[in-house]
């Protein structure tokens, strides 16, 4: 029994619009490949490849990490980024950590302008990072300044006495592993580390002498460790301009020759679940579900993160809060 020609002909369509699903699919997989390359690839992403302004947040403790760094460099070498606009969110971190953010912000303010918006603080180390822009931007009520550098450490010595516990230590001079909280800490175990403090202070104050154009009496009034409004930084010239993105923009259009409709567009670090916002983001559910147990749990685990990478000496702004 012979099928009718219908059929061969119905099968030979079918046929074809398999084959053109088939296709359709495998666009769609480059696509969504291509897609995934340009979100995870950063300065490669697709809105990156013509003329614009980048915009960098720096939020959190500095430590100078090295994804930080990279996507500063890359920035620094995108043909298309006309300026950068660093976005500080940040009450400092470790002295060696803002030295190096420090530096290579400034490679990039020789190539192409920088400026630096403050939005509620940019203290201490992150102060030093805003002293790498060729202007600085903050609110009226923005916190600046914080000019200085500590060496903390927790001293439990009284309280192993207490206790009667003694930490007996062999070492090869008394200033090795001096001080460590485990004992009173010697007049020059104390000398020495108030000279690594002075030094490090002497070249914060030379940064902020050099980049704000002080005298040694300018430079007293702003030194002695305080923070300031923006408001009363402008006098003291810690601050330039007060305002936000759109006065950093106008300033960038009108001194550095950079067109005024030329789109800002966003670099952000992916590299981590909690630069992602996912540990912070669901710490917040957490407590808007009222699992405040669970939600500190998970905020103290990116703070205990973060501690470690806090040794040395810190440029960094401490302040109580009220419970």
Known sequence: MSLPTDYFVDRRRLRRKLGWWRLAALIALGVAGLVAVVRLGGADSADKLTPHIARLELQGVITGDDDTIDMIKKIGESSQTKALLLEIESPGGTTTGS?????????VAEK?????VVG?????GAYIAALAADTIVARG?????SIGVLFQYPNVSKLLNNWGVEVETIKSSPLKAAPNGLEPTSPAAREAVASLVADSYAWFKGLVRERRNLDEAELAKVSDGRV??????VP????????GQREAIDWLVANKGIAKDMPVREWKKKSSLERLGLVGGAAGLARIAGLDSIAGLLEKSILLERSG??????????????N
């Open 236 to 243: 003291l010239k810690l601050v330039d301009l007060i305002g």
């Open 112 to 116: 192409k302008p920088v400026v630096a």
């Open 120 to 124: 509620t603080v940019a203290a201490s």
């Open 99 to 107: 030295e190096r953010l420090y530096e290579e912000v400034r490679r």
């Open 309 to 322: 990478e806090l040794d040395g000496l810190l440029a960094i702004w401490q302040h109580s809060a009220a």
């Open 141 to 145: 009520n923005s916190l600046v300044g």
């Open 228 to 233: 300031f409004t923006a408001r009363q930084g």
